[in-house]
């Protein structure tokens, strides 16, 4: 395999078609890294959806993943490489976060998933945008510049895991981590026109995820299928002994949710997230997701969640106080960027004020307002308890139905620069996503059309805690039945 | 609701963040919008709620009692800015003058 058009051809593979080709012989390990890695420098220089390529060590292990088959190796990733967020910390391969405080920081000890990624055989192509520390929407608050939108460079991506988003919509890899801790796969996901999958809390283990939100982040694969967000999953999920927030239960064979049939299934629209403020094309798009639905023998349940509204005030006070907590930890002494205060303080002061961005520094000081004396009561904890309403919401709601399904966004691909100086408004993008990471629920978002500018619209499906096999095969016979992953952008 | 300068001073120096000028003006105004906006959350009645920290039903997770490897101390200290003999070096926290 050698020919021009035929390397390029590979790119069009997803994880399952990479990993059945290889198993057959069509292509080698050495031939599919080659070919991503070549189109990563194709096309990257017009989205810069990565931060850094790691070709070397990557064709080294691609090579090696070729002898391993060759010796009878049948690891379910073995050769297959894939992209990876740089909230994620990897092994000798700089993680920053996207931020300059850990600008050149390299990780002695790696993430649980990439680790599990790598013991399925998998190759690490490099590390991708991210707004800086997973906060915000749009990819635009990373310290090394945006990524742009294969679909139309004038647009954002979405965020955080823009990045991710991007890559695998331009076919620079089959497929990519990303982390959601209020929408940060399912938004880019739906922003790119491609599968997004947020497990349910407890599910993937954090270890070695750079902590944002700590009882909200979850890592999930950004994909072009639902089989391959499936796949990916069930290497990525389970119990750590590292991370005291996974549950200790078995992780199912994921792809063997995918049927295509679901008949009988009950599907839950809630009113409250088909309001005014949804772009109309959006809307239009989802209602015909729904009467595709209906025709696949699903059941279309109206249903209620009161407090639907208090998700986003809830989530940006719950969010940003873990992260004054979790932030507190960069004061240029066991890593990072640091200053030369003279005094311990100065040296904080100094070392925080120069290495953080002004997203950052916002949520950390809206956090430490939040949390500080006299304001704990009436902000924090008063979240905390709305956060249980919205949890009993769910659970009400789950008694009636299967899966939930919304728009993922109100809006598609917002552009460049729309939004940067105007905090609140990009919040409100997070308005249908945020509530699943409150919740401990699993969504997934999956492309359902394209609006008048041919920007990919995407359609959310909300599960119960650990039910991913529900969200993965109701999302898994909508895609088969549409023909949405088709396209591909023209970059 | 708007936050005064004063205000946005006195957070910054608990959360240990260097402001210009311009940020702690920027902010007074950013801050205040989202707050108001997260207000929201006040005129509910939880009286009796109580609060979610965490959405897992476990409790009192325990690792099993076995030694198990963890990172060299060249390793614990290889991103450290400024070390010595494997020990993270800092500006002193305490003064000498003996006061």
Same mark, same amino acid.
């Given at each position: 395999m050698t020919g021009r058009n035929e390397t390029e051809q590979l790119t069009t593979l997803g994880v399952v078609d990479c990993r059945d080709g290889l198993a057959g012989g069509r292509f080698s390990s050495v031939d599919l890294t080659q070919a991503f890695l070549q189109r990563i420098d194709k096309v990257d220089g017009r989205i810069?959806?990565?931060?850094? /390529? $790691?070709p070397a060590q990557a064709l080294e292990a691609a090579a090696e993943a070729d002898r391993a088959r060759a010796e009878g190796d049948l690891r379910p990733l073995l050769g297959i490489p894939l992209a990876i967020k740089d909230v994620l910390m990897t092994t000798g391969i700089e993680t920053t976060a996207g931020s300059r405080i850990l600008e050149g920081f390299v990780p002695p000890y790696c993430a649980t998933a990439v680790e599990k990624l790598n013991s399925a055989g998998a190759i690490i192509l490099g590390k991708t945008n991210t707004d800086e520390f997973a906060m915000g929407s749009s990819t635009e608050n990373s310290a090394y510049g945006p990524t742009l939108n294969p679909w139309n460079l004038d647009r954002v991506p979405g965020g955080s895991s823009g990045g991710s988003a991007a890559a695998v919509a331009a076919h620079e890899a089959p497929a990519a981590l990303g982390t959601d801790t209020g929408g940060s796969v399912r938004q880019p996901a739906a922003f790119c026109g491609i599968v997004g999958l947020k497990p349910s809390y407890g599910r993937v283990s954090r270890y070695g995820l750079i902590a944002y939100g700590s009882s909200l982040d979850q890592v999930g694969p950004i994909t072009r299928s639902v089989a391959d967000a499936a796949l990916l999953l069930e290497v990525i999920a389970g119990a750590d002994a590292r991370d005291s927030t996974t549950m200790p239960v078995e992780a199912p064979a994921f792809s063997s949710a995918l049927t295509g049939d679901i008949a009988g299934l009950r599907v839950g629209i809630p009113q409250?997230?088909?309001?005014?403020?949804?772009q109309p094309e959006v809307e239009k798009a989802v209602r015909s997701a729904i009467e595709q639905f209906a025709s696949l023998g699903a059941e279309i349940v109206p249903i209620s969640l009161p407090n639907a509204e208090l998700a986003l005030p809830v989530y940006y006070l719950v969010v940003t106080a873990e992260a004054s907590a979790n932030l507190a930890r960069y004061d240029g002494i066991r890593f990072g960027l640091s200053a030369d205060g003279e005094t311990v303080f100065d040296h904080f002061r100094q070392t925080r004020g120069a290495g953080f961005g002004p997203e950052v520094k916002r949520r950390i000081m809206l956090g430490t307002y939040a949390l500080s004396a006299g304001y704990y009561d009436a902000y924090y904890l008063k979240a905390q308890q709305v956060r249980t309403m919205i949890r009993q919401d769910f659970d009400r709601a789950f008694s009636q139905v299967d899966v939930i399904l919304s728009p /993922?966004?109100? $809006?598609t691909a917002f552009r460049i620069g729309e939004k940067v100086d105007d905090p609140l408004a990009m919040i409100l993008t997070d308005i249908f996503t945020t509530s699943a990471n409150l919740a401990g629920l699993c969504g997934i978002s999956v492309p359902c059309g394209f609006d008048g500018d041919d920007l990919p619209i995407g359609l959310q499906l909300l599960g119960p805690p650990f039910g991913e096999e529900k969200i993965l095969a109701a999302a898994y016979a909508y895609e088969q039945s549409t023909e949405w992953r088709l396209r591909r952008p023209k970059l | 609701m708007n936050l005064t300068k004063d205000e946005v001073a006195h957070v910054a120096e608990l959360a240990k963040l260097q402001l210009t000028d311009t940020e702690l003006e920027e902010f007074a105004g950013q801050l205040g919008q989202i707050l108001t906006y997260a207000q929201q959350v006040q005129s509910v009645d939880t009286s009796a709620v109580p609060p979610t920290p965490q959405v897992l039903p476990l409790t009192n997770v325990l690792a099993t009692d076995e030694a198990r490897g963890s990172l060299s101390n060249e390793q614990a200290v290889v991103n450290a800015p400024d070390s010595d003999d494997g020990y993270f070096r800092v500006v002193a926290v305490f003064d000498d003058s003996g006061a």
């Amino acid at each position: 395999m050698t020919g021009r058009n035929e390397t390029e051809q590979l790119t069009t593979l997803g994880v399952v078609d990479c990993r059945d080709g290889l198993a057959g012989g069509r292509f080698s390990s050495v031939d599919l890294t080659q070919a991503f890695l070549q189109r990563i420098d194709k096309v990257d220089g017009r989205i810069h959806a990565f931060l850094r /390529t $790691t070709p070397a060590q990557a064709l080294e292990a691609a090579a090696e993943a070729d002898r391993a088959r060759a010796e009878g190796d049948l690891r379910p990733l073995l050769g297959i490489p894939l992209a990876i967020k740089d909230v994620l910390m990897t092994t000798g391969i700089e993680t920053t976060a996207g931020s300059r405080i850990l600008e050149g920081f390299v990780p002695p000890y790696c993430a649980t998933a990439v680790e599990k990624l790598n013991s399925a055989g998998a190759i690490i192509l490099g590390k991708t945008n991210t707004d800086e520390f997973a906060m915000g929407s749009s990819t635009e608050n990373s310290a090394y510049g945006p990524t742009l939108n294969p679909w139309n460079l004038d647009r954002v991506p979405g965020g955080s895991s823009g990045g991710s988003a991007a890559a695998v919509a331009a076919h620079e890899a089959p497929a990519a981590l990303g982390t959601d801790t209020g929408g940060s796969v399912r938004q880019p996901a739906a922003f790119c026109g491609i599968v997004g999958l947020k497990p349910s809390y407890g599910r993937v283990s954090r270890y070695g995820l750079i902590a944002y939100g700590s009882s909200l982040d979850q890592v999930g694969p950004i994909t072009r299928s639902v089989a391959d967000a499936a796949l990916l999953l069930e290497v990525i999920a389970g119990a750590d002994a590292r991370d005291s927030t996974t549950m200790p239960v078995e992780a199912p064979a994921f792809s063997s949710a995918l049927t295509g049939d679901i008949a009988g299934l009950r599907v839950g629209i809630p009113q409250e997230y088909f309001v005014a403020g949804i772009q109309p094309e959006v809307e239009k798009a989802v209602r015909s997701a729904i009467e595709q639905f209906a025709s696949l023998g699903a059941e279309i349940v109206p249903i209620s969640l009161p407090n639907a509204e208090l998700a986003l005030p809830v989530y940006y006070l719950v969010v940003t106080a873990e992260a004054s907590a979790n932030l507190a930890r960069y004061d240029g002494i066991r890593f990072g960027l640091s200053a030369d205060g003279e005094t311990v303080f100065d040296h904080f002061r100094q070392t925080r004020g120069a290495g953080f961005g002004p997203e950052v520094k916002r949520r950390i000081m809206l956090g430490t307002y939040a949390l500080s004396a006299g304001y704990y009561d009436a902000y924090y904890l008063k979240a905390q308890q709305v956060r249980t309403m919205i949890r009993q919401d769910f659970d009400r709601a789950f008694s009636q139905v299967d899966v939930i399904l919304s728009p /993922t966004s109100p $809006t598609t691909a917002f552009r460049i620069g729309e939004k940067v100086d105007d905090p609140l408004a990009m919040i409100l993008t997070d308005i249908f996503t945020t509530s699943a990471n409150l919740a401990g629920l699993c969504g997934i978002s999956v492309p359902c059309g394209f609006d008048g500018d041919d920007l990919p619209i995407g359609l959310q499906l909300l599960g119960p805690p650990f039910g991913e096999e529900k969200i993965l095969a109701a999302a898994y016979a909508y895609e088969q039945s549409t023909e949405w992953r088709l396209r591909r952008p023209k970059l | 609701m708007n936050l005064t300068k004063d205000e946005v001073a006195h957070v910054a120096e608990l959360a240990k963040l260097q402001l210009t000028d311009t940020e702690l003006e920027e902010f007074a105004g950013q801050l205040g919008q989202i707050l108001t906006y997260a207000q929201q959350v006040q005129s509910v009645d939880t009286s009796a709620v109580p609060p979610t920290p965490q959405v897992l039903p476990l409790t009192n997770v325990l690792a099993t009692d076995e030694a198990r490897g963890s990172l060299s101390n060249e390793q614990a200290v290889v991103n450290a800015p400024d070390s010595d003999d494997g020990y993270f070096r800092v500006v002193a926290v305490f003064d000498d003058s003996g006061a």
